[in-house]
């Protein structure tokens, strides 16, 4: 089939900044021609595909609105989700990779860390010489990150780290590990973890039906030696993490619309040309019903993310309106999906087709970065001012 257009059904294009059009086109070409025709193999094969890592740092998927001086892109939040929504429209995986290193491994960096630390990190992130990791979720501690056992002791000239995170993207390949542990108070810090220490491991996940153009492991810590000026000073608590969460929640509010459009995209594509009963298929009202509703709600979540990202630009955009937007957007790229995967028919379970990959990565975009369900209780709290999560 033909690769991807894109809808723009409200035009929101004209709302948009000549930095921002080209950043976008930019992404969007380098999709078309360097993700699109590869990820399919990639996905069935199970592998991340390191040949696109250049390619991604060329765009600026590593640390879009880091500033320059560390080798970032030195953009703003908009073009920041642009470049996720481009990307996902190729595979959700591959904007996981992006996500992480900006959002889980340059951000705090940048935000929590020492001059030294961003100087010797920030750099080779934004090239993808460095590859790094976000270790947050424990096998117990997924939703519940506070109750967090892997933890570090004061040795005196070093940092003695013991624990396990799972379910961590990059993990298999990672140069570095942004990694949260309780110190013996148990007050959670970040520490920079490097591949070579003694006692890290990294082993790879295997099995996944979703994200598998994704390389998914665990980071292992079995008594890891860390340098003092590894521990990022300038944050501790839940918080730290939770604070990065907030800036790559907000980027998969805008990759999700990206998936949601090549499903759409494809389905109207393939309505228009299936015949059935002696006519196209999208001349069906059952069918129309279903592209009509793509597209009204796909609009509706470029509408939440483009204010979103006005407000992320004046620095007012609360962790409760992002938790809002990547709720909303995630489940509705994951209906579109569904949706979109019947219109194909039999066609629709074939790799010849986009739209069952993306499907199956967003039961994970889905869960990860906080459920769901999580991200509904956090409106909930919002709203009322009481918890329900405990
Ligand atoms: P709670 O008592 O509410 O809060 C603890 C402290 O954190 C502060 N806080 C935040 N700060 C910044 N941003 C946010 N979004 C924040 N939310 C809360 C809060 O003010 C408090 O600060 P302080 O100073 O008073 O201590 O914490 P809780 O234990 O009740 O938990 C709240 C809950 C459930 C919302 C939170 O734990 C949560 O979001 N859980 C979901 C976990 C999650 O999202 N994990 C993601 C792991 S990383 C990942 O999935 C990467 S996939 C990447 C990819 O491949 O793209
Ligand atoms: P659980 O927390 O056990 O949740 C199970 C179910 O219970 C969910 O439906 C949940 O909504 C529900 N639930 C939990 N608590 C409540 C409650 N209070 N009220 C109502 N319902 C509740 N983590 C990282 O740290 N770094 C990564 O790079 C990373 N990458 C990932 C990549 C993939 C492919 C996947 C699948 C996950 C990744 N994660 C990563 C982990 C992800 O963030 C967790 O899976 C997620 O936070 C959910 O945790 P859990 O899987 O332990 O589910």
């Not at 642009?82 to 491994?105: F, N, P, Y």
């Not at 298999?172 to 309780?182: E, G, I, R, Y």
Request: glycine share 10%; aromatic share 8%.
């Amino acid at each position: 089939p033909d690769l991807f257009q894109a809808p723009d059904y409200y035009n929101i294009d004209d709302l948009l900044t000549e930095e921002h059009l080209m950043v976008r086109n930019a992404a969007r070409d380098w999709v078309k021609k360097e993700v699109s025709p590869i990820i399919e193999e990639a996905a069935q094969k199970a592998e991340f595909p390191k040949s696109i890592i250049g390619g991604l740092a060329e765009i600026g998927a590593f640390g879009p609105y880091i500033p320059a001086e560390y080798g970032g892109a030195g953009l703003d939040q908009i073009s920041y989700g642009l470049i996720m929504q481009e990307i996902e429209r190729g595979d959700s995986g591959v904007r996981s990779t992006a996500s992480v290193q900006s959002s889980l491994v340059m951000y705090p960096i940048w935000k929590y860390g020492t001059e030294e630390q961003r100087k010797k990190y920030l750099p080779k992130l934004a090239t993808g010489e460095f590859m790094g990791s976000f270790g947050l979720t424990e096998p117990d501690h997924g939703s519940n990150p506070g109750g967090m056992t892997t933890n570090f002791k004061d040795k005196g000239d070093h940092y003695l780290l013991n624990g396990a995170k799972m379910w961590i993207s990059n993990s298999p390949f990672c140069d570095v590990a942004v990694v949260w542990a309780k110190n013996e108070e148990g007050r959670i810090h970040g520490l920079i973890v490097e591949r070579g220490m003694e006692g890290f491991s990294t082993p790879e996940t295997h099995n996944k039906w979703s994200l598998r153009a994704s390389a998914t492991g665990e980071l292992i810590f079995q008594d890891v030696k860390v340098p003092k000026e590894n521990l990022l000073p300038n944050k501790s608590g839940l918080g730290a993490p939770l604070g990065c969460l907030d800036s790559a929640r907000y980027g998969i509010a805008w990759g999700a619309i990206g998936a949601a459009m090549d499903c759409y995209d494809t389905a109207l594509r393939y309505a228009k040309e299936r015949i059935q009963f002696g006519k196209p298929i999208a001349g069906f009202q059952l069918q129309q019903k279903k592209l009509a509703e793509m597209i009204t709600e796909i609009t509706k979540a470029q509408l939440l993310a483009l204010r979103l990202g006005q407000l992320k630009n004046e620095n007012k955009a609360t962790s409760a309106q992002i938790s809002m937007a990547k709720r909303n957007n995630v489940d509705m790229a994951i209906t579109i999906a569904r949706e979109a995967r019947q219109m194909l028919g039999g066609m629709g379970i074939s790799g010849e087709y986009s739209i069952m990959r993306h499907m199956m990565n967003l039961e994970s975009v889905i869960t990860y970065e906080g459920t769901h369900d999580i991200h509904l209780l956090i409106t909930g709290l919002d709203v009322t001012g009481i918890s329900a999560f405990k």
